[in-house]
T-cell receptor, first 111, second 112 residues
Framework: DAKTTQPTSMDCAEGRAANLPCNHSTISGNEYVYWYRQIHSQGPQYIIHGLKNNETNEMASLIITEDRKSSTLILPHATLRDTAVYYCIAFSLQGAQKLVFGQGTRLTINP | DAGVTQSPTHLIKTRGQQVTLRCSPKSGHDTVSWYQQALGQGPQFIFQYYEEEERQRGNFPDRFSGHQFPNYSSELNVNALLLGDSALYLC???????????FGAGTRLSVL
């Protein structure tokens, strides 16, 4: 499984866009980039995933660089309820189908 | 549509005891994965069950065992509990083990 690197913590003002970076320079061609978040004392929540193309859903947008060595999760209008630990995971649909969580980024949304 | 449900919510045990945690997957899902999350750490994969068989296993000792029932629900058993087993135990379900895994709220186990 490719290792991902994320900043330990970030702050963002409420109502602004939160941009969370992730480095995955050793990602292989069949590994997707998945994002989960974990709000305090809850189970992780799926946000979005992608392989090569940028993706958008009702929660967030995912921008993957052309060389696939890094990506950015964008929360377009952050609210206080977006305060959580965000995990970037390189996940293959082949072989060992397990999510490998790192330390994640602790995102704090400030009023 | 009920999501992934886990029971109990909290549990207190003493060293050497045995514990069983339960998980009901999201409707329509046939695969259950278990994770252990120590305080301040990301979740760590324990094992995955599909078609009542253990399909994948993480780096956990044999004291950790599991079972999946014909209705796809699952149990996690931990024998000879150690203080270090204190953690949040998370269950995740998916369809065929691929794509998106949906997590329950977890069981908080405290070993005294």
């Amino acid at each position: 499984d490719a290792k991902t690197t994320q900043p330990t913590s970030m702050d963002c003002a409420e109502g602004r866009a939160a941009n969370l970076p992730c480095n995955h320079s050793t990602i292989s061609g069949n590994e997707y980039v998945y994002w989960y978040r974990q709000i305090h004392s809850q189970g992780p929540q799926y946000i979005i995933h992608g392989l090569k193309n940028n993706e958008t859903n009702e929660m967030a947008s995912l921008i993957i660089t052309e060389d696939r060595k890094s990506s950015t999760l964008i929360l377009p209008h952050a609210t206080l309820r977006d305060t959580a630990v965000y995990y970037c995971i390189a996940f293959s649909l082949q072989g060992a189908q397990k999510l490998v969580f790192g330390q994640g980024t602790r995102l704090t949304i400030n009023p | 549509d009920a999501g992934v449900t886990q029971s109990p919510t909290h549990l207190i045990k003493t060293r050497g005891q045995q514990v069983t945690l339960r998980c009901s997957p999201k409707s329509g899902h046939d695969t259950v994965s278990w994770y252990q999350q120590a305080l301040g750490q990301g979740p760590q994969f324990i094992f995955q069950y599909y078609e009542e068989e253990e399909r994948q296993r993480g780096n956990f000792p044999d004291r950790f065992s599991g079972h999946q029932f014909p209705n796809y629900s699952s149990e996690l058993n931990v024998n000879a509990l150690l203080l270090g087993d204190s953690a949040l135990y998370l269950c995740a379900s998916s369809l065929g083990g691929v794509n998106i895994q949906y997590f329950g709220a977890g069981t908080r186990l405290s070993v005294l």
